[in-house]
């Protein structure tokens, strides 16, 4: 009799609520919850998005900037003070080792409780990213951990191994939620589940992917091994990430061709393309279309020709006419007497698609209508009705579109803006608003023809790589970090010219307990180190009107 659970125990096993583990009680659970947080195997899946290495204590004179260290140090000095040039309150310490000093800061603090912890005289074990101004060595909104008198900081390392003296994991966190928190619970999880977890990839694939079994591979990315190189693992290039990637898109890819493979066995409506409106909408547009338009608007004709739906992602930059390509295969549609739906997922781009759309087909004696979740009842019920009867050929509309209630007369076309805004499930409700009707959905989003393959493998992918005449090309760039003073020179060169440029922070005030950058603290410090020649403003959406 075999003592290793069957799967489909395993599969109930990882299905276990995070209340079960030691420590995590109903409160604890709802802030993990936040970060989507519920199941054991949620928590096997929550990868740490960087790593620590805290296997050594570092003297303050080996510090390097931009590396994240460990030091020990005496407080000498700790009290507020305020930013040169925007007058903005921090908390500063200044910390000595007999090597060197280093400046600790918090912009986002609690006042009373720093005056208490940090006092002349106290020593500690600090951890944080190294940054250099001048001379002085900071850190800002340090990990801190206070000795007890008389005790040395190797034996703080060495009596707390979940935060010392290894490779640790960083994981995303919320408020309330402390990183040495979540770690503990990552290790409980890992520990007691890790060991269950096995894959359905078959044997040869495993051994010629060379790939690690995979409750060793999420043992090694929660807890990486203390010989680990710090490189690989930040850049996720390390066994165990490649061995859970190659997992999670090969079932990706194998669900991904049972559905390109259903589409093909269904049967759709086979068009007929008869310009009966497209050519004389040609006539009417003060422009000719891009050989790009043209060549794009051809690959649509063809799936709406066939006898199974068409499935099709459109690809272009802002401004290279993908509106005008969607009109024309609404026009199709609308000549073989069926209705157009067009998704937006806000209810200005609705607006203006309406404004667009409604122009050329009342030019074309077409009738179309603007159904957003604002409109008021008899409205929106004078729309519905039309609807359903077939009046109205095509309705832009938010996802009120996707509602009950809403039923076409007969639906031909679905077309989908800003793709990334929406899901299969709500691609899935809107083909059921019809009888297998044809899809078209676009985005700005630049895709690599690979990564739209492996994400979008269910549609077809057509790409608009050429903008009008007049019309300047849009110029998207990656830089790293160390290329920043580099970004930074190439706005003030554009500022200079008159030119306005925008900084966006994933969150609007700095938090102890997370390591983003924030805007507030983001603009003082771009106003007082960086752009002192310019007007740095600060707009976010906690501000009053």
Known sequence: MSLTPSRQRITQLMSTPLETIRGVGPRLAEKLAKLNLQTVEDALYTLPFRYEDRRQLKKI????????????????????????????????????????????????????????????????????EIKRFGAIREV????????????????????????????????????GLPQKTLRKIMKEVVDQYAPLATTAI??????????????????QAHWPDSDASLDKLDQGADEARRTLVFDEFFFLELGLALKRRGIVLEEGI??????????????????HLTAAQRRVLGEIKQDLMAPHPMNRLVQGDVGCGKTIVALMAALIAIENRTQVAVVAPTEILAEQHYLQFHRWLEALGLRAALLT?????????????????????????????????VDFFRLGLGIIDEQHRFGVRQRGI???????????????????????????????????????????????????????ERAYAFIKKEAGQGRQA??????V???????????????????????QEFKVGLLHGQMKP
């Open 140 to 175: 800002h909104h340090p990990d801190v951990e206070f000795l007890s008198e008389g005790s040395e900081a190797t034996e703080t390392l060495l009596n707390d191994p979940l935060n010392f003296g290894r490779i640790l994991p960083v994981y995303p966190l919320t408020e």
């Open 373 to 405: 979740g604002s409109q008021g009842g008899k409205e929106k019920k004078g729309i519905l009705d039309a609807i359903r009867s077939g009046e109205i050929n095509l309705v832009v509309g938010t996802h009120a579109l996707l509602q009950e209630g």
């Open 61 to 128: 004179a080996q510090l390097k900037p931009g590396c994240s260290e460990v030091f020990a140090g005496e407080i000498t000095f700790a009290g507020e003070s305020v930013t040169s040039r925007s007058r903005k309150k921090l908390f500063e310490v200044m910390v000595t080792d007999g090597t060197g000093q280093v400046a600790l800061k918090w912009f986002h603090y609690r006042g009373d409780w720093m005056k208490k912890q940090f006092v002349q005289g106290r020593r500690a074990v600090f951890i944080g």
């Open 502 to 507: 925008y900084i966006v922070y994933p969150l």
């Open 430 to 484: 809107l083909k059921r608003k019809g009888i297998s009707p044809h899809i078209l959905v676009m985005t700005a989003t630049p895709i690599p023809r690979t990564l739209s393959l492996t994400l979008y493998g269910d549609l077809a992918l057509s790409v608009i790589d050429e903008l009008p005449p007049g019309r300047t090309p849009v110029v998207t760039r990656v830089m790293t970090e160390n290329a920043r």
């Open 202 to 219: 078959p044997p040869d694939i495993v051994q010629r992917q060379q790939l690690l079994p995979l409750s060793e591979a999420f043992r």
């Open 270 to 287: 086979p068009f007929q393309v008869a310009h009966t409106y497209t050519r004389p909408l040609a006539k009417l547009l003060p422009f």
């Open 509 to 531: 005030k700095e938090s102890e307990k997370s390591d983003l950058l924030a805007a507030s603290e983001g603009a003082a410090h771009l106003q007082a180190e960086v752009f």
